[in-house]
């Protein structure tokens, strides 16, 4: 059986979803794949200035191959019966990046931050998306606020 878990590399609480479910691909006996998946649309269209376009787009490659070594750190420590790969997907929207992947596998795992109210209605829910599109049985992990 594979998994494939979905993770933001900047959520806080990333370290506690990623031990939830590692808990879960041990008692499934199944592989976790990591997909991060990552878009930049505000560098194409916007910026009309050739040195300015060159600084972001160095800057974004550096942003990019941190968070590839964060990502591969965090597969590598997954427990070796359960360890899969790091997957990466650049320059698709989140929610379709993660549909796309999630359909060769027996089992997505997503995270959701629970917002409600005026919270949710600004922000939206990555998670809430995924759900209605995915094709594959999903188990969405509410993230633990302390207090």
């Given amino acids: 059986m594979r998994a494939l878990i ?13 031990a939830e479910a590692t808990r ?11 997909l991060y998946a990552e878009s930049l649309p505000y560098m194409e269209g916007f910026i009309s200035d ?6 972001l787009q ?5 942003v990019r191959k941190q968070h590839a070594k964060r990502l591969q750190a965090l597969v590598d420590g997954l427990p070796e019966a359960v360890r899969g790969t790091a997957i990466t997907v650049l ?4 929610e379709v990046a993660i549909v796309d992947t999630s359909a060769d596998y027996d089992l997505l795992i997503i995270g959701t931050h629970g917002r409600t109210g005026f919270a949710h209605f600004m922000l939206g829910s990555v998670a809430e998306r995924v759900i209605r599109r995915a094709t594959v049985p999903t188990l969405v992990l ?3 606020t302390p207090g």
């Fill in 142 to 144: 509410r993230e633990h």
């Fill in 24 to 34: 879960h691909a041990e008692r499934m006996q199944c592989t976790l794949d990591v």
């Fill in 50 to 55: 050739v040195t300015v376009a060159a600084m």
């Fill in 58 to 62: 160095k800057e974004a490659e550096s």
């Fill in 6 to 18: 979905a993770i933001d590399l900047l959520d806080p609480q990333l370290d506690s979803l990623i």
């Fill in 91 to 94: 320059d698709s929207p989140t």
